[in-house]
């Protein structure tokens, strides 16, 4: 058969009628024990799949959870191991969509994805790092590290004060005292979070606040390279930095080696999130660790409770410095 098998050729391979043959593979009541085994291993033998739609049309239901994202990248994939292992030992399956690949950038991207999955396709919604959540949606969402904080629907977030502190403390500690900081996306509420920690630091411990040494870095490899330059270009300049996130971190330590500088005996470097990449770098990364494979964990857990009727949440996780070989002592 070269064309896909459809449930009338199930039927008639197993001498049986559509309807018992939908029965069956719906897991319906009227049909034998022996008769089921047998239309099941003829579906198996035919390679037949029912249509998803077709069966979120006929239940009410389609048993997926959508985990929604603008881009693959480093921070959304470790996501995505918390999710797949949370929804082991559950009836759901996992759907990743990617909704600003096609777009070619990410305004409006949730908006975009949830239209063209939500209500047919899955039955809801984790929706990683959303720029604005939807108003209205025909399913419920929780939103992992949102644009605009803990606000609306069901949310997952780290302790993102909290571990910027953490980070610019070790530093402060080690005997730094002119620290940069490398921010993220301006319109993201963790990137304002973790500089609201770089600041806090530095105020506690009576260093006054220097704009020269805060740039944008924007939690991407390209945006972090000007920054980078900007920071390393400066006549006094800075003896640590603390990055946004890994990605920065890692290619500010690429622009310091470019130009002849050692890490971290002349520069000491601090990212945060600890994605792979953190440990596998050489000099391997000092960062703030956020648990993402739990968040993505936690999200599953919200979100199936919300499916079930229960209350959404906000939940906070917590931040750990995570010391690796890329910070070091001031008088290094």
Request: no cysteine.
């Amino acid at each position: 058969m070269n064309r896909r098998p459809t449930i009338t050729d199930v039927a008639l391979a197993a001498g049986v009628s559509v309807a018992t043959v939908s029965k069956a593979i719906n897991g319906r009541d009227g049909v034998s024990a022996a008769t089921l085994a047998h239309v099941l291993g003829v579906v198996a033998e035919l390679g037949y799949e029912s249509s998803l739609v077709a069966t979120s049309m006929r239940r009410g239901q389609t048993n997926v959870i959508g985990v929604l994202v603008a881009e693959f990248e480093p921070f959304a994939l470790q996501l995505l191991r918390g999710v797949s292992a949370a929804l082991q030992d559950t009836p759901y399956d996992v759907l990743a969509y990617a909704g600003s690949v096609s777009a070619g950038d990410h305004l409006g991207w949730e908006r975009r994805s949830l239209s063209r999955l939500g209500g047919t396709l899955i039955d809801g919604a984790i929706l990683v790092t959303p720029t604005a959540m939807p108003t209205q949606s025909s399913i419920p969402l929780v939103a992992v590290d949102p644009h605009t904080g803990p606000d609306g629907p069901a949310t997952v977030s780290v302790e993102n004060v909290t571990g910027a502190r953490a980070a610019m403390e070790y530093l402060l500690s080690l005997g730094h005292r002119r620290i940069a900081h490398l921010r993220g996306r301006t319109d993201l509420e963790s990137a304002h979070q973790r500089e609201r920690g770089y600041r806090e630091a530095l105020t506690a411990a009576g260093i006054a606040y220097d704009p020269a040494l805060v740039v944008d870095g924007g939690y991407r490899t390209a945006a972090s390279t000007a920054g980078a330059r900007a920071l390393l270009d400066l006549a006094d300049r800075p003896t640590a930095v603390f990055a946004a996130n890994d990605l920065s971190a890692i290619e500010m330590m690429r622009v310091a080696t470019e130009r002849g500088l050692r890490i971290p005996a002349d520069l000491s470097v601090v990212g945060f999130d600890d994605i792979p990449e953190a440990a596998s770098h050489t000099p391997q990364l000092t960062t703030v660790r956020q648990p993402l494979a739990e968040m993505g964990s936690t999200a599953v857990n919200v979100l199936l409770e919300m499916l079930s009727g229960g209350e959404a949440e906000h939940i906070r996780m917590p931040a750990e410095l995570i010391v690796r070989g890329s910070t070091a002592s001031a008088s290094a």
